[in-house]
């Protein structure tokens, strides 16, 4: 009996899609149109995430170590370094990379260092980076505790700023997103109530033959939640071929070359993409129809 009643009601949601094409296709469209809004914020907003993200790996400290210090003493500070919570990679610099390295930013002006390949002023150190901006100063500490680690470079404040910036992106991202998801549910909630509404003697003569709510309110239900599903794929493809599109025309951006960074592919957020696609399809189709039919099933 129960098995009847799912596939009568699932049955009539499909039926009231196909029958009210009008209404339908209305509420199909304002979906979609909400949904790439949505969708393009949502894009944007990763890929600043990402940016971010990409800034925060390359900035790191120059951890320089005593002159006097041995080979394996060397060797055994970057191990040390290695161990300590919060550190990325670690890479090694020697003198002669320190000198071939200001070599190649004077180019021409290789005058002013002549003389220095027999007496090479400069001291050997370690590159690191760190897993999360936020603990460069305890890794600073830790760092300053182990033996002829003379001083270490940090750009402090370049840190602080790319946290900064982070939290920032963060806390606009759920803000313009929860506004957008608020923003979908209202409209969609009003387009739905107009399809229920020219619908209402349909609702009323229910009712009178003693349908139960739940009876009446099902089908209709079932129905937003597939005009959600199909707005979802629909927004979703399109979504998709905009977004390849502009990314391979942005693919040979110098500006996004000089700063080492480059934009996600559509397949990186894909998977995330569906599933709130699919939950805001779903969501905003059942409770758009389930809060414009209050009125109608009142007696």
């Known amino acids: 009996m129960k098995h009847s009643i799912i596939g009568y009601l699932l049955g009539e949601g499909f039926r009231n899609v196909f029958h009210n094409k009008k209404s339908s296709g209305a509420s199909l469209a304002i979906m979609c ?13 990763e890929n600043l995430n990402n940016a971010v993200e990409t800034l925060e790996t390359q900035q790191g400290m120059q951890i320089f170590i005593e002159k006097s210090a041995t080979e394996s003493q060397i060797t055994q500070i970057g191990e040390q370094i290695q ?18 390295q ?30 999360d901006l936020k603990l460069s100063s305890q890794v600073q500490e830790e760092i300053l505790k182990i033996d002829n680690v003379a001083e270490i470079s940090s750009r402090d404040e370049t840190i602080n700023g790319l946290v900064t910036i982070a ?44 349908a139960t709510d739940s009876f009446i309110r099902w089908p209709f239900i079932i129905e937003g939640i597939i005009i959600g599903i199909v707005a979802a794929l629909i927004s979703i493809v399109v979504l998709g071929i905009a977004y390849n599109l502009i990314s391979n025309a942005m693919a040979g951006s110098t500006l996004l070359s000089k700063m080492g960074m480059s934009l996600l592919s559509f397949t990186d957020m894909t998977t995330l993409l569906v599933i709130v696609y699919l939950t805001l399809g779903i969501g905003i189709g059942a409770l758009g129809s389930s809060l414009s039919m209050r009125k109608y099933l009142q007696v």
């Open 167 to 210: 939290n920032g992106v963060r806390i606009v991202s759920a803000v313009i997103l929860t506004l957008l998801v608020l923003i979908s549910v209202f409209i969609i909630a009003n387009t739905i109530k107009l399809t229920v509404h020219a619908r209402r003697k349909e609702i009323s003569i229910m009712k009178y033959v003693g």
């Open 33 to 45: 149109a909400t949904m790439l809004i949505f969708g393009l914020f949502f894009m944007i907003i």
């Open 102 to 131: 200001t070599k190649e930013k004077l180019k021409n002006k290789q005058a002013l260092l002549a003389g220095w390949d027999e007496d090479n002023p400069f001291r050997a150190s370690y590159m690191v980076t760190l897993t």
């Open 83 to 100: 161990e300590i919570d919060g550190v990325n990679t670690v890479t090694y610099v020697s003198k002669e990379d320190a000198l071939n």
